[in-house]
């Protein structure tokens, strides 16, 4: 019998691999087994096909071990990890890389051992190094190779072993570690055995001068029901056993060390203490009522529905309720958000309506629990709802009933690097397709592309035009900061009106919530007298102040210098600090409002899991009043405190040069003006900027998503840009200029000979170096109607026949982004 297998890598296709006598019987698709790939390389590979087909033409190698009883993956993810393969052009390796957790994906780690057989020869004399590590590995029979090198005092083990190997000096061998490990609680038991009553008398009578002792013996036994012959004695861990005794570690250390106790670890139920706390759902507003049910009429005639919400109409709200239907026929539910951040708040409001039939998944918690879930989903068949952001699209459901992406708009949702280059909100549509299950999109802002098929009726379409408690949309103010300049009224980033209005929100005892884009504004360093900045060694972009640690970083390679003192360049001592990050606004505003307190949250402060929950506990509970931000505080969160958002300058998000610059910026500037006023009084919101009349600004003062997306539609048709057209984008990588130069235009010139006028560039991108790696681009755009397979089948084809053969351009990486965002 033979295996098709999966590998981790960026190779196409599948690979066939024999099946031992052994476990021929039991081995199942979706197990994963271990395999040797390459000289000596050991991967974990995931069966997707079992036959008796004998490949030919080479030498078939036999299957290592099967690391799972029960397959860990199960069909419909295997044939959905296909559609992502084609649909984004990557391989199906790359998507399993992505999609199971890493707790699942074995590590191995090169030991070493000597070849008894070996003999000196005159044609090779050993150095002394080479000699020196034989003795080693000699001496220690099985070494690894980092303490091969310690051993020996060198640094580049590797080369020699590698050189001893070709020697056949030695032999390398891969020590596979699971890096998963169940949770595990220590456990007690007594050794007496159960019916021997006179051994259980000596003991007491043994330790009757010792009652702290004789207090554990007699709590273990009324803990484990010892005397209960009827049923097997209850676990009893150790945890238990000395608070019911109320005596210290030492004494139940001093009853093991006479042998009358043992301990154990037994694994734990990471999930036991979550808690069955059900309750139903608040009930809805009669507008969240209409609402509902016309979602469920949309569902009769549609498998997607949009549900376009303005910002404080309690989407979530309606969800729970739909979510709460849907458990009840028994089914799984998977709510995606795009951002970790929001699972934070979510978590808590979705907890003490579902208790442990939550799941929430995403990369800030560790492996183990990842592991957990994966195993969890993969066993049972329980009604449950996964709360994650895109990665959870992987995971094993068994009864998909219902896909729920909220913030349906957000680019977050698109995973840039490495590949699969998905769209979350796409595959899960997919996913839910292939389950039969029904998606709901949830936005305040849908994109151009979701509302065009909703208003075509491709999708469903339901509205909800008021906020929760009739509360009224926030009122923006546009102030115009060219002018405040000119008056002089500007103090750093404020405007007057800013600093006024924040002054009332704190004197009443409300929050502020202030916004800065990401991008363009990241702090950088200067020097005052010459102009020079300083740039990454690795990369073609100017490195990013921090304060806290008072250096400069790349943000695309992680290089890090300090900051000079003088400059580089003219060497005058004039090194100034330009740029308006979070950190600086963070300065600015602990001068303005020195009794204001004071979160900034950013990429920088939120690294951790519990650095993003502290933040937006602080806030929450107002023990900080102030919140200033990126992009993060913009998405959904949800404070009842807020008066006044300030966004400090929408200029950048407007001229951004991307065709959806103005589709992000209405985004954005909508959703955080949307955390104003959101439970008893409306808010306010003041937009900085240099053009008062700029379309989309006014745009967001109206709140009229209509017009926005009427004008924005009308652009894109104009200019030929999605959902007008499709749009590839292949992106090249190589170290040296002159080949990537050379391989770009050979490749565009390639691609016109099949799809002429469609074919745009070679480009260099915005930063057009990252990690000593060139970057250039080639687009593709293609009309509507075109089949997208059959592109792909040419692209694919193209370099195939022509690049993948040839020495030069097979050097060259190619990255497909399909749909880029
Ligand atoms: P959206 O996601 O549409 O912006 P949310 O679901 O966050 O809005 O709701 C906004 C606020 O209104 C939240 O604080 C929520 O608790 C409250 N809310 C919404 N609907 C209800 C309801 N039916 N009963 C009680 N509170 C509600
Ligand atoms: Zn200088
Ligand atoms: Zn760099």
């Known amino acids: 019998m033979f295996a098709d297998v999966l590998l981790p890598l960026m190779l196409p296709g599948t690979f066939t691999y024999s099946v031992p006598q052994a476990v021929a019987a039991t081995l199942r698709v979706g197990s994963r087994v271990l395999v040797q790939f390459g000289r000596k390389k050991l991967y974990t590979a995931i069966v997707v096909l079992l036959h008796d087909r004998a490949p030919q033409g080479y030498e ?83 070494v690894k190779v980092d303490e091969l090198a310690a051993a ?46 006179a051994a259980l008398h000596r003991l007491f009578d043994e330790l009757q001068r010792a009652r702290k002792q004789e207090l554990l013996l007699l709590a273990y036994l009324d ?35 006479k042998g009358c106790f043992e301990t154990y670890k037994r694994a734990v139920n990471r999930f036991a203490d979550a808690g069955r706390v059900t309750q139903a759902p608040a009930e809805l507003s009669d507008a969240q009522l209409t609402a509902l049910n016309e979602v469920h009429q949309c569902f009769k ?15 979530t709200m309606v969800y729970m309720h739909l979510i709460n239907e849907v458990l009840a026929r028994g089914n799984q539910v998977l709510y995606l958000v795009p951002e970790i951040a929001l699972t934070t708040q979510l ?81 899960a549509m997919m ?22 098929h909703a208003l075509s009726g491709n999708y469903g379409l339901v509205k909800l035009t008021t906020r929760y408690g009739d509360l009224e949309l926030p009122d923006v103010v546009v102030v115009d900061t060219r002018e405040a300049r000119r008056r002089k009224e500007m103090t750093g980033t404020f405007t007057k009106q800013l600093l006024v209005l924040c002054r009332q929100a704190l004197a009443a005892g409300e929050q502020i919530i202030l916004f800065q884009n990401r991008r363009g504004y990241s702090p950088m360093v200067r020097c005052r007298d010459c102009g020079w900045v300083p740039h990454c060694d690795n990369c073609d972009v100017a490195l990013t102040y921090h304060k806290y640690t008072h250096s400069l970083t790349c943000h695309y390679c992680g290089f890090t210098r300090s900051v000079p003192t003088v400059c580089p360049a003219c060497e005058m001592p004039n090194i100034d600090i330009v740029g308006y990050g979070t950190e600086r606004i963070e300065d600015e505003v602990e001068r303005a ?71 992000r910026a209405f985004d954005m500037l909508e959703q955080v003006a949307g955390r104003a006023g959101r439970a008893h009084h409306r808010g306010k919101v003041v937009i900085q900027t240099s053009q008062p009349d700029n379309e989309v600004i006014r745009q967001v003062v109206a709140h009229d998503y209509e017009a926005f997306y009427e004008h924005e539609l009308a652009e894109r048709e104009k200019f030929g840009f999605p959902p007008y057209c499709k749009l590839i984008n292949i992106q090249l990588k190589h170290r040296d200029k002159s080949v990537i130069d050379a391989v770009s235009c050979e490749y565009a010139a390639l691609l016109r000979t099949v799809f002429g006028s469609r074919v745009y560039g070679p480009e260099a991108p915005a930063v057009g170096r990252v990690q000593n790696q060139f970057i250039r681009q080639v687009m593709l755009k293609l009309e509507s109607g075109v089949s997208m397979q059959k592109v792909k089948a040419l692209m694919r084809q193209l370099y195939e026949q022509q690049l ?17 965002v």
């Open 60 to 142: 078939v190698k036999e299957i290592l071990g099967v690391l799972d009883a029960e397959p860990i993956v199960r069909h419909p993810q295997l044939r959905l990890w296909q559609w992502v393969a084609d649909y984004y052009m990557c391989s199906p390796g790359e998507v399993y890389r992505a999609a199971l957790p890493a707790g699942l994906k074995v590590e191995s780690e090169t030991s070493v051992s000597g070849n008894a057989d070996f003999e000196e020869d005159a044609g090779h004399r050993l150095t002394d190094t080479e000699r020196a590590m034989l003795d080693i590995v000699a001496q220690r029979g099985k």
């Open 152 to 197: 020996a005092g060198v640094k580049d083990a590797m080369h020699i072993v590698n050189k001893l190997l070709s020697l056949d000096a030695v032999h390398v061998s891969e020590r596979v570690v699971d890096s998963y490990r169940p949770k595990t609680e220590v456990c007690v038991r007594l050794t007496l055995p159960r019916d021997d009553e």
């Open 223 to 257: 803990l484990s029901r010892w005397t209960l012959r009827s049923a097997e004695p209850v676990e009893v861990t150790r945890e238990a056993l000395l608070a019911r005794a109320e005596v210290g570690p030492a004494i139940l250390q001093a009853l093991v060390k």
């Open 301 to 315: 005639q549609h498998d997607i529905t949009l549900l376009h919400g303005v910002t404080g109409s309690g989407k």
């Open 347 to 427: 978590t808590r409001r979705l907890r003490s309506v579902f208790g442990d039939r939550l799941l929430v998944y995403h990369s800030r918690f560790g492996d183990n629990e990842r592991v957990d879930i994966w195993r969890r989903l993969l066993s049972s068949h329980e009604p449950m709802v996964v709360l994650g952001v895109r990665s959870s699209v992987f995971l094993p459901f068994a009864r998909l009933g219902l896909v729920i992406v909220d913030e349906e708009h957000d680019s977050s949702y698109k995973q840039q690097d490495p590949a699969p280059r998905y769209n979350g909100r796409n595959v």
């Open 431 to 452: 996913l839910a397709r292939m389950h039969g299950a029904k998606t709901l999109l949830g936005s305040a802002t849908p994109s151009i592309e979701m509302y065009r």
């Open 593 to 663: 409002f020195p009794e204001g307190k004071i979160s900034r949250m950013d990429l920088d402060t939120t690294r951790s899991k519990s650095s993003y929950d502290r933040i937006i506990d602080e806030f929450s509970s107002r023990a900080t009043n102030i919140l200033v931000g990126t992009q993060m505080v913009t998405k959904g969160l949800d404070f009842d405190g807020v008066s006044v958002v300030g966004i400090l300058n929408a200029d950048m998000m407007i001229h951004f040069p991307d065709f959806r610059a103005s589709e």
């Open 804 to 820: 993948a053969a040839n020495a030069l351009t097979k050097q060259v990486r190619f990255n497909y982004d399909v749909d880029p």
